[in-house]
């Protein structure tokens, strides 16, 4: 794991420790702690500044999803359905250290259907939203470990979930080719983004209606689909679901998109091994405002 600053692109330092694939990092809210799940069977909690490991989870099997709540207190992840271990979310309150000592987490919630491929806090911490392999969204609460609501708006895995900025809002990306806008409280579907590859990644603006999507067929499965080949990035219009324009520069599908918080520029890492930073023309604000 990696810290960088986005501003010139010089590295600051890495967390070593982990001996497998990272799938997921977060950071608390003020960016005191990082957390990352690993195929190594572990979840660690990291000072961001030092990168000094302070806390380690061992699991049964690969960390495939983590994250802080709200008030970056409690943290939540869940493992992979593999080696005869079904898929879990635990819950651990960093308020008590024994939790982690123990390895003893206050709740563990079974996923025995499908696993859970990406999952995100809801607002104010309150429930978790999970997506599956199956194509299914989950609600869970953080305080009893119920279900409170489950939908299936898409048909195939749900490669990532991210909220809007005011976490009134989710998109979804998947692999049936599209991106979906969902309420965060009701999960009703809102909108859809439709492409013609498998979407991987999913972002919404922190300033303007616009979307972005990233994504790209895999190499396994280029002679077994009858789809274009290759890797995407487009903009969608969020509410006329209509793409507006492509950007190029990867040579390899693309797994992740975010927007920097400003609104200003957004980041994207491919499995060409690079992330790359783009900034918005001047005239991508003017006419935003002028429209």
């Known amino acids: 794991v990696n810290v960088w600053y986005s501003v010139n692109g010089e590295r600051l330092g890495t967390y070593s420790g982990h001996t497998g694939a990272v799938w997921c990092v977060d950071a608390d809210w003020d960016t005191r702690h990082v957390l990352t799940g ?7 909690l990291w000072d961001c500044e030092t990168g000094k490991q302070l806390a380690l989870v061992k699991t049964s099997s690969a960390v495939r999803t ?3 709540d709200f008030g970056g207190n409690i943290i939540m992840f869940s493992t992979d359905k593999q080696m005869g271990y079904q898929c879990f979310v635990s819950f651990f309150d960093l308020r008590d250290p024994a939790q982690i000592e123990n390895n003893e987490p206050y709740m563990k919630i079974p996923c025995s259907d499908s696993k859970i491929t990406s999952a995100v806090w809801g607002p104010l911490g309150e429930f978790i939203i999970a997506g599956h392999e199956s194509g299914e969204l989950n609600q869970f609460s953080a305080k009893s470990g119920e279900q409170l609501s489950n939908i299936k708006e898409h048909t195939k895995q749900i490669n990532d979930i991210q909220t809007s900025r005011d ?4 998109i979804t990306a998947s692999k049936d080719n599209t991106a ?6 009701s999960l009703e579907h809102l909108k859809t983004f439709r492409t013609e590859r498998p979407v991987n ?4 603006s922190p300033i ?3 979307v972005v999507l990233g994504g790209g067929q895999e190499a396994m499965d280029v002679t077994t689909t009858s789809t274009r080949i290759g890797k995407f990035e487009a903009f969608f219009h969020l509410p006329f679901e209509e793409e507006f324009g492509r950007v190029k520069g990867h040579f390899g599908p693309i797994n992740s998109v975010a927007f920097h918080p400003d609104g200003k520029s957004y980041s994207s890492g491919g499995e060409d ?3 790359r930073i783009h900034y918005f023309d001047p005239q991508y604000f003017e006419f935003e405002f002028e429209a």
Do not use: E, I
């Not at 690993?38 to 660690?44: E, G, I, P, T, Y």
């Open 38 to 44: 690993s195929a190594d069977n572990s979840c660690r």
């Open 66 to 68: 983590c994250g802080f």
């Open 167 to 170: 976490m009134t809002m989710f």
């Open 180 to 185: 979906k806008l969902f309420d965060c409280t």
């Open 201 to 204: 990644s999913a972002a919404l």
């Open 208 to 210: 303007f209606d616009h």
């Open 273 to 275: 091994g690079y992330v």
